[in-house]
């Protein structure tokens, strides 16, 4: 990750980052609303995302930063992006060409499946 990064300090001010110095990026279908992806994010992959329009993620496989269609061709265009109110979450709305998921499917939570719910079916309270 880089250790000098372009984004703004007011909004890297704003920002709780995990021990590894990244913060979740829910991606959402800017039309459907449709939840496509989650990735993460360092400072610089924010300030990269706010300055092109094309979202940019921290892949803690790899090591290295990457923008999403870059390699694949589907490509995110970023129409807005929000922060959660503890500041440890984004949003990003996307115009998505393309699957967003790696398998080729619309969205990840397609791909990974509905899980069942507790014995009766009931869902929590919380």
């Known amino acids: 990750m880089a ?3 372009s984004l703004d300090p007011t909004i890297a001010a704003l920002l709780r980052r995990d ?3 990244l913060v979740c990026a829910v991606v959402q279908d800017a039309t459907t609303a449709q939840v496509l992806m ?15 329009g094309r979202a940019t993620y921290w892949s803690r496989s790899r090591g290295q930063y990457w923008r999403k269609g870059d ?3 589907h490509v995110q265009h970023v129409a807005s992006v929000a922060l ?14 393309g699957a967003a998921c790696h398998t080729g499917t619309t969205s990840c939570f397609e791909a990974g499946g ?6 009766a079916g009931e869902k929590g309270t919380g």
């Not at 509905?114 to 014995?119: F, K, Q, S, T």
Request: glycine share 12%; aromatic share 2%; proline share 2%.
């Open 38 to 52: 989650v990735g993460w994010m360092d400072d610089e992959a924010l300030a990269r995302t706010l300055r092109s």
């Open 3 to 5: 250790t000098h990064s």
């Open 71 to 73: 390699t694949s061709g």
């Open 19 to 21: 021990d590894a110095g």
């Open 114 to 119: 509905e899980l069942a719910l507790g014995p």
């Open 84 to 97: 959660d109110c503890d500041g440890d979450a984004l949003l990003l709305r996307v115009h998505q060409t």
